[in-house]
């Protein structure tokens, strides 16, 4: 089985209703401006987020504060609820004081927080911090999106995307530095990364293994005119990818690993594990006519995709209703095919019904920009644009 059933919901039928996607943009960002914590001053998190003896409220990119900021400054257009919320300034203030270790981590450390006070408020000083821990991420062993280089990678092309020359030089060394770290996968013959996260794991997808790692990595070096590195990137993925894919008929899925363990056989659709990251990450920077192979997986995991339907975990990006949107999305883009931009609205009004859902159960909502109602609306946004992101990684 390419899926565990028990792990998606039914489809039920809900129209596209262009006004109410853009209804609940801006009810997220209503309920995101009143949901402060009076006294702490950030926003409480959600149980589904918490751990146990954890803090009240988180600070990073991926599940925090920071990653709030972030989208609220993505969503503008729709409400302005900026001046109403914490400055990334006393985000960045509680971080350092909480001693947290994951310091050059992107997407939960004081990396990507600084990559969000450089997008809000930058400054040199800033900058210079921020260059510091892109530098100690390349060295660390964790070697994926979230903990490590790549991730700090993606961050600064972003950075130097967006009109900051001074990122580019940057991005060169990093990507050189990610490149060394390559090792090769026997049954694929693929140069790929072992990731050191609690052992050394030699994970498949988007978050944590070699699939965000190769999107990353051909995204910034297409735009460096690396083409000779791109080319290699794209053929190692090629075997990498086709080695390790589990086919049935016209669907694709990957386990989390490729190491053969218990854990790492389990095959889940998420963004961070599985197709859906496999489509999001990848899709969209390797055409059809670089790599017939891929193109023929990146068709195969979006039909499973929209087989497996809706995930029961709830709207999020990461491992949420909202990631498997945004794949049938980034297909609608690839093939240019109605029929995926029509899935990707149905998974759209689906997931605001969710959301409503949760609301009900929990009684609040959920400040996150990965695992929570932030995502959720960044999805919406993409989809009213027909044009899907993947924030803090790519455009």
């Known amino acids: 089985m390419l899926y565990s059933p028990e792990r998606h919901l039914r489809y039920t039928s809900h129209p596209w209703n262009e006004s109410h996607v853009r209804d609940t943009i801006c009810d997220i960002l209503?309920?995101?401006?009143?949901?402060l914590d009076s006294v702490e001053g950030f926003w409480p998190i959600h149980p589904n987020d918490a751990h146990k003896d954890g803090p009240r409220f988180s600070l990073p990119f991926y599940y925090g504060a920071a990653g709030v900021l972030w989208a609220g400054r993505e969503l503008a257009n729709f409400v302005?609820?900026?001046p109403d919320l914490p400055t990334i300034d006393e985000v960045l203030t509680q971080h350092l004081r909480s001693g947290d270790s994951y310091s050059d981590s992107p997407f939960c450390g004081e990396l990507g927080i600084r990559f969000v006070k450089q997008g809000l408020a930058p400054s040199a000083e800033n900058s210079s911090a921020l260059k510091v821990l892109i530098r100690q991420a390349?060295?660390?062993?964790?070697?994926?999106i979230l903990y490590g280089g790549p991730g700090a990678l993606a961050m600064a092309h972003l950075l130097w995307r967006s009109g900051d020359q001074s990122?580019?030089?940057i991005c060169v060394e990093t990507a050189r530095q990610i490149l060394a770290q390559r090792e090769i996968d026997e049954p694929s013959g693929a140069r790929i990364w072992i990731q050191q996260l609690g052992r050394h794991r030699k994970f498949i997808g988007a978050a944590h293994g070699s699939a965000g790692n190769f999107g990353v990595l051909i995204r910034a070096l297409r735009d460096l005119g690396e083409a000779s590195s791109v080319q290699e990137l794209i053929g190692d993925a090629e075997k990498f990818l086709n080695t390790h894919a589990v086919v049935e008929g016209d669907m694709a899925n990957w386990r989390r690993g490729a190491d053969g363990t218990e854990y790492d056989s389990l095959t889940v659709v998420h963004w961070c594990h599985g197709a859906t990251g496999i489509v999001t990450d990848l899709s969209g920077c390797i055409p059809a006519s670089e790599s017939p192979v891929l193109d023929d997986l990146f068709l195969k995991a979006a039909n499973l995709v929209w087989k497996a339907g809706p995930l029961e975990k709830g709207v999020s990006l990461c491992h949420g209703t909202a990631g498997s949107g945004l794949a049938c999305l980034k297909m609608f883009e690839r093939s240019r095919g109605e029929m995926w931009l029509e899935r990707a609205r149905g998974l759209a009004m689906f997931a605001i019904e969710q959301y409503h859902s949760n609301l009900a159960k929990f009684g609040r909502a959920r400040f996150s920009l990965w695992t929570g109602d932030l995502g959720l609306a960044i999805?919406?946004?993409?989809?009213?644009?027909e044009r899907g992101t993947l924030p803090g990684v790519s455009s």
């Open 30 to 35: 209503h309920r995101t401006r009143d949901g």
């Open 80 to 82: 302005q609820i900026e």
């Open 138 to 144: 390349a060295e660390n062993s964790c070697r994926e």
């Open 167 to 169: 990122y580019r030089e």
């Open 379 to 385: 999805f919406l946004r993409d989809v009213l644009n």
